[in-house]
Nanobody, 130 residues
Framework: QVQLAESGGGSVQAGGSLRLSCTAS????KGWFRQAPGKEREGVAA????????YYAASVKGRFTISQDNAKNMLYLQMDNLKPEDTAMYYC???????????????????????????WGQGTQVTVSS
């Protein structure tokens, strides 16, 4: 059974930093998503396992960094200069292995679509106070 497990959430003041971690191996795209109360789940950042190419939502670009350690089967999200609007439950997610052609199709239509991710973790809470 596929399992993804996040860790590293917590409470921080605006301007602070947190690093989220997720155990994840054997997938094509891996991503971080978040969901604030009363809002839809949204994509934050994604990485293509093979090439290491990264993708970011405009709202976090320049502040968040997604990375992976394939030797340790780990996915990370470094979050710097956090803002109160970053407060949400953060989820690690992944897509199953796919061909290069399939990956190009995903890239063409956007890699942060919730419906494209098959596997999800339980989430970790991030709270940013002003």
């Amino acid at each position: 059974q596929v399992q993804l497990a996040e860790s590293g959430g917590g409470s921080v003041q605006a301007g602070g930093s947190l690093r989220l971690s997720c155990t994840a191996s054997g997938y094509s795209f891996k991503g971080w998503f978040r969901q604030a109360p009363g809002k839809e789940r949204e994509g934050v950042a994604a990485i293509l396992t093979g090439s290491g190419s990264t993708y970011y939502a405009a709202s976090v670009k320049g502040r968040f960094t997604i990375s992976q350690d394939n030797a340790k089967n780990m996915l990370y999200l470094q979050m710097d200069n956090l803002k109160p609007e970053d407060t949400a439950m953060y989820y690690c997610a992944a897509m199953p292995p796919m061909t290069g052609t399939q990956a190009l199709r995903i890239i063409a239509r956007g890699v942060l679509r919730v419906e494209d991710y098959n596997y999800w973790g339980q989430g970790t809470q991030v709270t940013v106070s002003s």
